[in-house]
């Protein structure tokens, strides 16, 4: 118990580091929550408003906006972990050799781990929470469910805040990020997020479903709509194995590449 | 002569570096195509909320114009704030007999070679996608080239000023992003809310998705000449906007 408090302490100050570097530089974070409300407001309500009345979920008809909110949030909550997660863990690991200094005191490649992973999670989550609110101001939320989506965000964040850490340890050079970015913007196009998956053949809709965003968006869709089903915890057990395979391979890496 | 050894130089790093833009710049918009063209458009045009015009053919020309405003925005930041800052090339070239207007139109000719292929390949797939409707469609190419110069002086006279690239992340964010969903790529802008709707009018990406809408639909307005013009206008003041704040620089 008291190397675990011991532990949490280190990885703390990981976390204090991003805070103090991040203060001057307040815009960079606080931008970040613009991006995916101005998709909203762009294409779920500019281009909602084209499709008024025509737009249907297996049939039945829907706001367009309301099928659009919770995919910007999941998102965002994507994107968010990302960032911290992979590009930026990889830049302060391999260019700016920050962790180098850090293993000079106490704190281990593990706790660089939690503490890079947890300063992702809050603030991707804080982004997830801004959002919420704006979707709730804009009658965007249709039941008390949706409450559980900033934990749903949380999950989405903590699964991709994992992977990104693993595939930042693989990588080699920033030209290698732009395979990570095509992927990313395709998952963002393409995971029922603007248009439900069933307007695509067979084989695209299979292929969607293999992929972790969708499962984020549906997770939330299905919260923020009050639409609950069993289904919804399908999703949520994909995103924790998700979480839990990329934070055993990153913790894995981080060690033997901090340690060599 | 020395402006096209400018010009020259950008094509030579461009040879080692096209790889990377392969994906923003040609799969990208087909990508959007894909999702909101024929996905959100199958709902557009169950509606008819545009008339007799399929979402998809809306859609393109405004996302031909946006991509090569994105594309011309986009390699003036950091390209040339790295110029400055860290390989410091522009302070090389100034030890020759190079010019700073030789550097700018150097750069601007390379911008507008890359956004006409660009252009050009999109036109292919617009063909694909059967959005092409009439042979005046070819004019969007040189529209294309007028927005991305338009757009690409003012960014470069900022990345010129900037100490920190964190700036140009902002920029993104808060000009670039919000210019290219709001312009009436995706929705008239008529459908803004009033208090919204004359910023859009400043905005040069919608003069030039207004013109190059025209173009594809060989259907012309008297507002046509005026949108070239506007653009004409920020052409004009961005070369100039680049040029003293390039000059400005240099003397640091």
């Known amino acids: 118990m008291l190397t675990m408090v011991a532990q949490a302490k280190r990885a703390s100050a990981l976390f204090e580091r991003n805070v103090v570097v991040y203060k001057r530089l307040p815009w960079n974070i606080v931008s970040g929550f613009f991006e995916p409300v101005l998709y909203l407001f762009s294409i779920g309500i500019g281009v909602g408003a084209l499709v008024s009345g025509t737009f249907t979920v297996d049939g039945e008809p829907m706001s367009y906006a309301l099928f659009v909110a919770p995919a910007m949030m999941a998102q965002s909550a994507m994107s968010g972990a990302m960032i911290e997660s992979a ?116 084989w695209a809709q299979w292929l969607v479903q293999v992929t972790p965003l969708y499962h984020g968006v549906e997770l939330l869709r299905g919260l923020t709509t009050g639409q609950v089903g069993p289904g919804l915890i399908g999703h949520a057990v994909y995103l924790a194995a998700l979480a839990a395979i990329g934070l055993t391979i990153a913790s894995r890496r981080m060690g033997k590449l901090l340690l060599k | 002569m020395r402006a096209w050894a400018c010009y020259h130089y950008e094509l030579i790093g461009y040879r080692r570096t096209w790889k990377g833009s392969v994906f923003s710049q040609f799969i990208v918009p087909v990508l959007f195509m894909l999702s909101i063209g024929l996905g959100v458009g199958t709902y557009v045009d169950r509606g008819g909320a545009l008339g007799a015009v399929d979402y998809v053919s809306y859609l393109a020309p405004g996302l031909l114009v946006s991509t090569a405003m994105q594309l011309a925005v986009g390699e003036s930041t950091f390209p040339v704030f790295s110029n400055f800052e860290w390989s410091r090339y522009y302070y090389a070239m100034q030890a020759t007999p190079v010019r700073v207007r030789d550097v700018l139109g150097g750069l601007l000719g390379f911008l507008l070679t890359r956004v006409l292929v660009g252009a050009g390949a999109f036109l292919l797939v617009m063909a694909v996608f059967g959005a092409v409707h009439s042979p005046w469609l070819l004019g969007t190419l040189p529209v294309a080239g007028l927005v991305g110069l338009a757009c690409a002086g003012p960014a470069i006279a ?32 008529e459908r803004l809310p009033g208090w919204l709707e004359p910023l859009a009018y400043v905005s040069p990406l919608w003069h030039a998705v207004e013109l190059s809408r025209q173009f594809a639909f060989g259907a012309f307005t008297n507002a046509a000449s005026w949108h070239a013009a506007y653009l004409l206008v920020w052409l004009v003041a961005g070369w100039f906007l680049a040029h003293s704040s390039f000059t400005r620089r240099l003397q640091k």
């Open chain 1, 87 to 202: 590009f930026n863990l990889f830049g302060k690991m391999r260019y700016q050799k920050l962790y180098d200094a850090f293993l000079a005191t106490p704190v281990g490649p593990n706790e660089i781990a939690w503490g890079e992973l947890s300063f992702a999670l809050a603030r991707g989550g804080a982004y997830s929470a801004a959002f919420l609110v704006v979707m709730a101001v804009m009658d965007l939320t249709t039941s008390w469910w949706a409450v559980l989506a900033l934990p749903g965000a949380l999950l989405i964040g903590l699964a991709f805040g994992g992977l990104g850490m693993a595939i930042a340890t693989f990588l080699r050079s920033w030209q290698d990020f732009d395979y990570v970015t095509g992927i990313m913007y395709v998952m963002f196009l393409f995971s029922g997020t603007f248009a439900p998956i069933a307007l695509f053949p067979a």
């Open chain 2, 158 to 189: 900022f990345a010129a000023r900037v100490t920190s690239a964190a700036n140009f992340s902002l920029m993104f964010r808060f000009v670039l992003i919000p210019l290219s969903l709001f312009s009436g790529v995706f929705f008239p802008v």
